[in-house]
């Protein structure tokens, strides 16, 4: 299959990503914003972030970034760009992040081995109930609300019901330290599996797990999807993010250089353009 520079058109692969994605650079305590094939990608005004990592937006386009070094998770509001901390309480080493059509927060607390929520208006942290965490990772929320949690130390990804009915481990088969997550409309959910240096996709409904076709993954970390048939991973040990099709195949490396150790990544809502 032919490849070229992101945001090239290629027989049979994703449609060009519409821009931009934002990057969380862990390794020079920055966030990078990936723009459109043509400009140059830039940094995001933060103050004082250390070790960043996951993002997340809500539909404001206000965006979240887990302050991991700190121990706390920063706002940067879409109008004016302005900082502010999200009122937490014992945050300890915060990664995977996710926020719901509420507006509801969701961060993933690794070292307290629990996921809490923090409402749209800061009214509160509560914590989600769940049962044998250990260093939970990644975050992502399905149509209907369902929570999916990687669950790093214990290899699964676990699933925490919208209705309340419990939690469930997801079918997956030989994860070895899962990290990143990304669910696509049709529900399917997508698994960095970063101990076996490659993405498996769990389909929905059948709970049919695959690998998706990848080359050269090491300690692959967050995760998203386009919309328009693209998957995105942060490479983490390889200092880059590459795009490959859902499928798999069609797999390029995005220009941005100088990453240490990506992290996170996350589109800006669909519908609105953002830079």
Do not use: C
Not at 16 to 42: C, E, H, K, W
Not at 80 to 92: I, K, M, R
Not at 240 to 250: H, L, N, P, S
């Amino acid at each position: 299959m032919p490849t070229g520079p992101a945001g090239a058109a290629q027989e049979n692969g994703p449609s060009p990503a519409r821009a931009p994605l934002f990057v969380s650079d862990y390794g020079n305590n920055r966030v990078v914003r990936l723009p459109a094939i043509g400009d140059s990608p830039s940094t995001v005004p933060l103050d004082g972030v250390v070790r960043p990592t996951g993002l997340a937006w809500d539909a404001a386009r206000d965006l979240y970034v887990a302050d991991t070094g700190n121990n706390r998770v920063v706002k940067v509001v879409a109008k004016g760009g302005e900082q502010s901390t999200v009122p937490t309480v014992g945050l300890s080493r915060p990664l995977g992040l996710a926020v719901d059509v509420h507006g509801t927060l969701y961060i993933a607390d690794s070292f307290n081995d629990r996921v809490v929520k923090v409402p749209a208006d800061g009214g509160g942290q509560t914590t989600v109930p769940t049962t044998g965490l250990l260093h939970p990772w990644g975050l992502a929320l399905g149509a209907g609300g369902d929570l999916y949690i990687s669950d790093f130390v214990n290899d699964r990804v676990v699933k925490v019901a919208a209705d309340g009915s419990g939690q469930t481990t997801v079918p997956a088969v030989g994860l070895s330290q899962p990290t990143g997550l990304a669910l696509n409309a049709a529900g399917d959910l997508y698994i960095s599996d970063s101990g076996n240096n490659r993405v498996v996709k769990v389909s929905a409904g059948s709970g049919t797990q695959s690998t998706v076709p990848t080359t050269g993954l090491s300690d692959p970390l967050g995760l998203a999807l386009d919309g328009r048939g693209g998957l995105y991973v942060a490479d983490g040990l390889n200092n880059r993010v590459v795009r490959v099709a859902e499928t798999g195949g069609d797999q390029v490396t995005l220009p941005a250089s100088g990453l240490n150790t990506p992290t996170g990544v996350a589109f800006p809502p669909a519908d609105k353009a953002v830079g």
